[in-house]
């Protein structure tokens, strides 16, 4: 077959992808069932939309970047992809039960938040060669902050243990990108416009992060009731997924942009 057109095609792929990534039932919200004034299950619709508007922006700017930066874009188009489609199935629940979903929102994290500490390897490897040690310390930092939040919000474990073992995985993954070896090749090796991702990604890191701990001491640590308890919790969870998906995929879009810009200047 003679293909004319490529950008077509890559278009065609695309919403070919969508459609099978998202569930049947996306532009039908529960048979109608979610209602105007339930604050959650309309942040959960909102966000489910800004996600898969963003996957498709990620995945058709794939074609514009230098081949060093496709992985990037890609994975930051993943991450919102996984993201969207859990989002409607957890908008289900929400609708059909009042209860948090916590086991489709971990799912989510443990998927997609490993892949946003890859952005850090994946962009520092874009100018420079990254020891392996650096990916796997961010995996540990992940890994430790997630299961520790899960273990609380599941009542496995006490809720203040779960709070703290997953703020210990939190601190870990800031040493790394501000004070450990990841921080430091930035520091060395990056050109200005990687530097000043890096540094942005790994505020957000730090600011847009922190709203999920503020989620969960609302959720469970004010001793409030449980309906308002959930309601503030998942309120904040969205917003911070909202925030901080996104954000990481057009910091990382940004950089990649204005790097391949400047390699056509060169060039012409």
């Known amino acids: 077959?003679?293909?004319?057109?490529?950008?077509?095609?890559?278009?065609?792929?695309?919403?070919g992808l969508l459609a099978l990534a998202l569930p049947t039932?996306?532009?039908?919200?529960?048979g109608g069932d979610l209602k105007a004034d339930d604050l959650v299950g309309v942040s959960f619709w909102m966000i489910s939309m800004a996600l898969?508007?963003?996957?498709?922006?990620?995945?058709?700017?794939?074609?514009?970047?230098s081949p060093k930066w496709k992985t990037s874009l890609t994975v930051s188009g993943l991450v919102t992809l996984v993201?969207?489609?859990?989002?409607?199935?957890?908008?289900?629940?929400?609708?059909?039960?009042?209860?948090?979903?916590?086991?489709?929102?971990?799912?989510?994290?443990?998927?997609?938040?490993?892949?946003?500490?890859?952005?850090f390897y994946l962009i520092l490897?874009?100018?420079?060669?990254?020891?392996?040690?650096?990916?796997?310390?961010?995996?540990i930092g992940t890994l430790v902050m997630l299961i520790g939040g899960y273990l609380g919000e599941a009542g496995r474990i006490n809720v203040w243990l779960g709070f703290?073992?997953?703020?210990?995985?939190?601190?870990?993954?800031?040493?790394?990108?501000?004070?450990?070896?990841?921080?430091?090749i930035n520091a060395?090796?990056?050109?200005p416009s990687v530097q000043t991702a890096f540094n942005l990604m790994r505020w957000i890191v730090v600011v847009g992060w922190a709203i999920y701990p503020i989620g969960y001491f609302l959720g469970y640590l004010t001793g409030a009731s449980p309906k308002d308890s959930m309601v503030l919790l998942n309120v904040t969870y969205n917003l911070a997924d909202v925030v901080n998906k996104i954000a990481f995929g057009v910091i990382i879009w940004t950089a990649a942009v204005s790097e391949t810009d400047k390699q056509a200047a060169k060039a012409n």
Do not use: C
């Open 1 to 15: 077959m003679n293909i004319k057109n490529p950008n077509l095609l890559t278009k065609a792929s695309l919403i």
């Open 25 to 30: 039932d996306v532009f039908a919200a529960s």
């Open 52 to 65: 898969v508007a963003a996957t498709a922006f990620f995945f058709l700017e794939i074609q514009r970047v």
């Open 83 to 119: 993201a969207a489609s859990h989002y409607f199935y957890m908008r289900d629940v929400w609708v059909s039960t009042g209860d948090s979903p916590t086991v489709f929102r971990y799912i989510d994290w443990i998927i997609t938040v490993p892949l946003l500490m890859v952005e």
């Open 125 to 139: 490897s874009a100018i420079t060669k990254v020891p392996s040690g650096v990916f796997w310390r961010l995996m």
């Open 164 to 184: 703290i073992i997953g703020m210990l995985g939190w601190f870990y993954i800031l040493w790394e990108i501000f004070l450990g070896e990841a921080g430091k």
């Open 188 to 191: 060395d090796s990056a050109p």
